[in-house]
C-alpha cells in the first residue's frame, strides 16, 4: 500500500513523473500549490487582475478555474457555444452548473449569432473544423476581453498539449513557431496577455483533480476533433512517458529554459483590420473575411451582428 507522501494515510493517487502519492485532501493541496507556483514563476498575473477563463465545459478549463477560485484569483468564466448540437448544450450547461454552485460569473458568447455555428462553418469552408474554430475562439475572447476590462485571458492547456505541439513544431522545425510557444504571451498591439497555468499539468492530473474536487464536466471531447494530427502526437508521447515516467515534462521544461532563450521571435508587423479594427498582418482580419464568405452564401442567422 502506498502511503500519502504528506500525512502518511493510504494514498488514493501515484504520480509516477513525480514519484510521490497523495491522499485525496494532499493531492488536491499540492495541485493549488502548483498552479500557484506556475503563475508565479512564469508572472502571469497577480491577485488584483482581472482574469477572463475560457471555458469549454471540460475537465481542463473548469479545474483551471475551480483552482483559480479557490487561490483567491478574480477571475471570471468566458464559454463560446459553437453551435455544435448536444455537445455544446451539455457544455454549456456544465458551466452555468460550475458557476452557479461557486457563485461566479459566466460570459456566454454564441458564435451562431455572431458568424455562424461550426457545424454550418465547416460545410461552407470544406477544411478542418479545428483551423477555423482555434482561430475563432482566440478572436472573440480577445476581443470580449479587451471590451470588458480583462487583463489576461486564461486557457487550460496541459502538458499534452502543449508537449503535442511542440513535438510537430520540431518535427517540421517551424522557427517562428517556436519562438512563440510559450505560456505567456505578451499583451500589446490589440492582444490581451494570454496565459496557460496549467502547463505543468497532464490530461491524467487535470481529470484527477477535476474528479477528486468532484467538478462536474463534460467528458466527451469535441465531435469535431477526431483526426487531428495532434492526437498522434499526443500518443507518441504518451508512449514514452510510459516507458520513462517524466519525459514530457523534462521536454517541454527544458525547451522552455534551454532552447527557447535562443530563439528570436521573427517581427510581425501588426496592423488594425479595416472593418473590425482588430489586430491583423493584411488589410481586412482573417474573420471578418470568413464572415463576408457566410454573408454570400447567407448562413448567417443575423448577418447584423
Ligand atoms: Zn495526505
Ligand atoms: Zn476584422
Not at 474528479?211 to 463534460?218: G, M, P, Q, R, S
Not at 521536454?251 to 532563450?261: C, K, S
Request: hydrophobic share 35%; net charge positive; aromatic share 10%.
Amino acid at each position: 500500500m502506498r502511503k500519502c507522501y504528506k500525512c502518511g494515510q493510504k494514498a488514493t493517487v501515484y504520480l509516477p513523473q513525480h514519484r510521490i502519492a497523495f491522499c485525496k485532501e494532499h493531492y488536491i493541496e499540492w495541485y493549488l500549490k502548483r498552479v500557484e507556483e506556475t503563475i508565479k514563476e512564469f508572472r502571469m498575473f497577480g491577485k488584483g487582475d482581472r482574469v477572463l477563463v475560457a471555458v469549454s465545459g471540460g475537465k481542463d478549463s473548469l479545474s483551471l478555474w475551480d483552482a483559480l477560485y479557490r487561490l483567491g484569483y478574480d477571475a471570471d468564466g468566458f464559454y463560446i457555444n459553437l453551435g455544435i448540437g448536444e455537445y455544446s448544450k451539455r457544455s454549456q450547461l456544465a458551466c452555468e452548473k460550475f458557476a452557479n454552485q461557486r457563485g461566479l460569473v459566466l460570459h456566454v458568447f454564441e458564435l451562431e449569432k455572431a458568424v455562424a455555428s461550426v457545424p454550418a462553418l465547416k460545410e461552407l469552408e470544406n477544411r478542418p473544423a479545428c483551423s477555423f474554430c482555434g482561430q475563432l475562439k482566440r478572436y472573440y475572447t480577445n476581443k470580449f476581453a479587451k471590451e470588458r476590462g480583462y487583463k489576461v485571458v486564461a486557457t487550460g492547456h496541459n502538458l499534452d498539449d502543449e508537449t503535442a505541439v511542440l513535438l510537430s513544431n520540431v518535427l517540421s522545425w517551424q522557427m517562428d513557431y517556436l519562438s512563440r510557444q510559450s505560456p505567456v504571451l505578451s499583451e500589446g498591439e490589440g492582444f490581451v496577455r494570454r496565459v496557460k497555468p496549467l502547463v505543468k499539468f497532464s490530461e491524467k492530473e487535470n481529470a484527477l483533480y477535476a474528479f477528486l474536487a468532484k467538478i462536474e464536466y463534460v467528458e466527451e471531447e469535441c465531435p469535431f476533433a477526431e483526426g487531428a494530427s495532434s492526437i498522434e502526437h499526443k500518443k507518441l508521447l504518451s508512449l514514452l512517458e510510459e516507458k520513462s515516467p517524466g519525459t514530457k515534462l523534462r521536454f517541454y521544461m527544458d525547451f522552455l529554459r534551454r532552447m527557447r532563450p535562443m530563439l528570436k521571435a521573427e517581427q510581425v508587423a501588426l496592423r488594425p483590420c479595416s472593418l473590425c479594427g482588430e489586430p491583423t498582418t493584411g488589410e481586412v482580419c482573417s474573420v471578418c473575411r470568413l464572415k463576408e464568405r457566410v454573408a454570400k452564401a447567407s448562413l448567417s442567422s443575423s448577418p447584423s451582428s
